[in-house]
């Protein structure tokens, strides 16, 4: 799978942790990618390398109750 792919390809250079979706974000199954922020161009730049997009990152909100949408590549 796409999430399966990224993860064995970041894991190689970025310290990440392949978590269930948060409820907040989907009441689907499904796993996703969380990584520290710094890191967020790097990985955007391999993510799109390996052609894995279309993709959305999230970042918790500032009160830790929910997430924010901080970027959509498709």
């Known amino acids: ?3 399966m792919l990224a993860e064995i390809r970041l894991q190689e250079k970025f310290d990440i ?3 269930p979706v948060p409820r907040a974000l989907s009441s689907d ?19 799109t390398q390996l052609g894995l997009k279309p993709f959305t990152i999230y ?3 500032s009160d830790g ?6 970027g959509e590549f498709s």
């Not at 199954?29 to 161009?41: A, L």
């Not at 109750?65 to 901080?70: H, R, W």
Request: aromatic content about 6%; glycine content about 6%; charged content about 25%.
């Open 29 to 47: 199954c499904g796993m996703v990618i969380r990584f520290d922020q710094n890191d967020q161009d790097e990985i955007v730049l391999l993510l």
């Open 65 to 70: 109750e929910g997430f924010v949408e901080v």
């Open 1 to 3: 799978s796409r999430v």
């Open 17 to 19: 942790l392949l978590i």
């Open 59 to 61: 970042a918790p909100q």
